[in-house]
């Protein structure tokens, strides 16, 4: 059973189109980490969120870190190909600072 | 910098072989996770170490597995004997004092 769960597990859309991500738990993380992994690499760190109600936004991608920290979504905007990866939630354990990863959520941008 | 290095990227070996998976970490970062991947339970941590001691094996699934951290710039994680039940992608990872995480390319390892 994993602790934080990821959905959807899989996502197709056409270029240009917009798409959300969700990573849920019934635990309270101190933060809320999330990676991009590209095929026959290791997950890139794209951003930590701290505080409840937080709301960052990286060029096209927006996060946001729910009020009692205990979920997350991904937003991408007008989705390009070169965002086609694997998105991975993961969330640090405000006890013993411990990461816990997500099943990862499969992204696919068609040309 | 060249980042968390790894070797070998890929490993096939026979069940019941020995397989040793290396890690270099970033130059400067006293922090150090061995992760694993597979398509059923994600990612995992196995272990980590902290200026070079181990300080959470929780996740080492079995006595067959083993890590270790002579010196603050090389890792290994060693399993004998290795079951078909082992393969996985092996990530190696290392951070300074708990900040970002910097993952290598991964170790994928079949055992046949």
């Known amino acids: 059973t994993q602790l934080l769960e990821q959905s959807p597990q899989f996502l197709s859309i056409q270029e240009g189109e917009n798409l959300t991500v969700y990573c849920n738990s019934s635990?309270?993380?101190?933060?809320l980490q999330w990676y991009r992994q590209e095929p026959g690499e290791g997950p890139v760190l794209l951003v930590t969120?701290?505080?409840?109600?937080e709301v960052k936004k990286l060029k096209r991608l927006t996060f946001q870190f729910g009020d009692a920290r205990k979920d997350s979504s991904l937003h991408i905007t007008a989705a390009q190909p070169g965002d086609t990866g694997l998105y991975l939630c993961?969330?640090?354990?405000?006890?013993?600072?411990?990461?816990?990863f997500g099943a990862g959520t499969t992204v696919t941008v068609r040309a | 910098d060249a980042g968390v290095i790894q070797s070998p990227r890929h490993e096939v070996t026979e069940m019941g072989q020995e397989v040793t998976l290396r890690c270099k970490p970033i130059s400067g970062h006293n922090s150090l996770f061995w992760y694993r991947q597979t398509m059923m339970r994600g990612l995992e941590l196995l272990i980590y170490f902290n200026n070079n001691v181990p300080i959470d094996d929780s996740g080492m699934p079995e006595d067959r597995f083993s890590a270790k951290m002579p010196n603050a710039s090389f890792s290994t994680l060693k399993i004998q004997p290795s079951e078909p039940r082992d393969s996985a992608v092996y990530f190696c990872a290392s951070s300074l004092s708990g900040g970002k995480l910097f993952f290598g390319s991964g170790t994928q390892l079949s055992v046949l």
């Open positions: 969120v701290v505080t409840g109600g």
């Open positions: 635990s309270v993380f101190s933060s």
């Open positions: 993961a969330g640090e354990a405000s006890v013993d600072y411990k990461l816990s």
